[in-house]
Nanobody, 123 residues
Framework: VQLQASGGGLVQAGGSLRLSCSASGRMFSMYHMGWFRQAPGLEREFVSTIRWPAGNTYYAESVEGRFTISRDSRKNTVYLQMNSLKPEDTAVYYC?????????????????WGQGTQVTVSS
């Protein structure tokens, strides 16, 4: 399975960005596809995920109400619309795919990872 993420960039505080992540290859089981982020010196943290195929969405408290995850099932693609961005949202964002139905906020539950895309929010 390969994950290709795109859409990062530099934006001012209060601005918006949309990330995309497309999955390709043989996926025998897929329960969640979502996003984590990692800022310099910090651990990778959960941002959001969407359940496959049900579509249930989950968010970290820090992004609830500002970020929206969505998907195009036909394209095996997920999107992360990020609004009202804050400087503390600055990080490398990674998309990931999990074949487990549980622990979807934990990085260890995800089997496949994209290459990461940089999001920088200036104050």
């Amino acid at each position: 399975v390969q994950l290709q993420a795109s859409g990062g960039g530099l934006v001012q505080a209060g601005g918006s960005l949309r990330l995309s992540c497309s999955a390709s290859g043989r996926m025998f089981s897929m329960y969640h596809m979502g996003w984590f982020r990692q800022a310099p010196g910090l651990e990778r943290e959960f941002v959001s995920t969407i359940r496959w195929p049900a579509g249930n969405t989950y968010y970290a408290e820090s992004v609830e109400g500002r970020f929206t995850i969505s998907r195009d099932s036909r394209k095996n693609t997920v999107y992360l619309q990020m609004n009202s961005l804050k400087p503390e949202d600055t990080a490398v964002y990674y998309c990931a795919l999990s074949s487990r139905p549980y622990d979807y906020t934990r990085a260890y539950a995800y089997d496949h990872w994209g290459q990461g895309t940089q999001v920088t929010v200036s104050s």
